[in-house]
């Protein structure tokens, strides 16, 4: 059994940074690879970066994000971080972590575990 915790998400002004963690719990083998998806009000969620534990290998979303968040992991104390910088206002979101054994994917029903999410509110 694997457990997925966020933290770090709150609310922020335009052009701010947060840094979110997720940590997990249980056995999470090298063989997983551990998510962020987004899903703003009334949207779709949404695929925002993913790495390997192994070997730190990051794949981003599009444009939207990449150069402004950046995914990274500790394997040491088995927690994921995504770091978020320069937010505007559409990056408003509950940020999501998620496991998935094989590798990354940006389908959120591939997923094998699930955290419950943390809040990011970006206003200008």
């Known amino acids: 059994q694997v457990q997925l915790v966020e933290s770090g998400g709150g609310s922020v002004q335009t052009g701010a940074s947060l840094r979110l963690s997720c940590a997990a719990s249980?056995?999470?083998?090298?063989?997983?690879?551990m998510s962020w998806f987004r899903q703003a009000p009334g949207k779709e969620r949404e695929f925002v970066a993913g790495?390997?534990?192994?070997?730190?290998?990051?794949?981003y979303a599009d444009s939207s994000v990449k150069g402004r968040f950046t995914i990274s992991r500790d394997n040491a104390k088995n927690t994921v971080y995504l770091q978020m910088n320069t937010l505007k206002p559409e990056d408003t979101a509950v940020y999501s972590c998620?496991?998935?054994?094989?590798?990354?994917?940006?389908?959120?029903?591939?997923?094998?575990?699930w955290g419950k999410g943390t809040l990011v509110t970006v206003s200008s």
């Open positions: 790495i390997w534990w192994t070997n730190g290998t990051p794949y």
């Open positions: 249980g056995r999470i083998l090298n063989g997983y690879a």
């Open positions: 998620a496991a998935k054994f094989g590798g990354v994917s940006a389908v959120p029903g591939s997923m094998d575990y």
